[in-house]
Nanobody
Framework: VQLQASGGGLVQAGGSLKLSCTAS????????MGWYRQAPGKRRDLVAR???????MIVNSLRGRFTISRDDAENTVYLQMNSLKPEDTAVYYC?????????WGQGTLVTVSS
C-alpha cells in the first residue's frame, strides 16, 4: 500500500490548508482511513478518521476546525484545516484506520506561524 500525503506548507495563524492523501490503488479497498499528526518531540496521534461509508470522526480538540472527506473515485482522502493555530504545526500523515505499520509514508509538513 502506497499512500502519499501532500498539501502542507507554511501558513499564518488563522489560515487554512487542505491536505490530500492519494492511494496507489483503489482507496475504497483500504476501508477506513485516518489522518494523523506528529509534532516535534511528541508522539503521533490520530487527528480524524473516515469510514468506507463516509462516517467521520474528528478528535474533540479539533472539531469545528478540521474536516475529513474521501473521494474513492479519485483514490484520495482529504483533510481540510481551518483557523489554524501554531500548535497545529506538525508532520501530517495518512494511513488506514487502525494504522497499517507498513503504510506510513513521509507525511507532509504543516507549519503555522503566529
Amino acid at each position: 500500500v502506497q499512500l502519499q500525503a501532500s498539501g502542507g506548507g507554511l501558513v499564518q495563524a488563522g489560515g487554512s490548508l487542505k491536505l490530500s492523501c492519494t492511494a496507489s490503488g483503489n482507496s475504497a479497498r483500504f476501508g477506513a482511513m485516518g489522518w494523523y499528526r506528529q509534532a516535534p518531540g511528541k508522539r503521533r496521534d490520530l487527528v480524524a478518521r473516515i469510514s468506507i461509508t463516509g462516517v467521520t470522526m474528528i478528535v474533540n480538540s479539533l472539531r469545528g476546525r478540521f474536516t475529513i472527506s474521501r473521494d474513492d473515485a479519485e483514490n484520495t482522502v482529504y483533510l481540510q484545516m481551518n483557523s489554524l493555530k501554531p500548535e497545529d504545526t506538525a508532520v501530517y500523515y495518512c494511513n488506514r484506520y487502525p494504522p497499517d505499520f507498513n503504510s506510513w509514508g513521509q507525511g507532509t509538513l504543516v507549519t503555522v506561524s503566529s
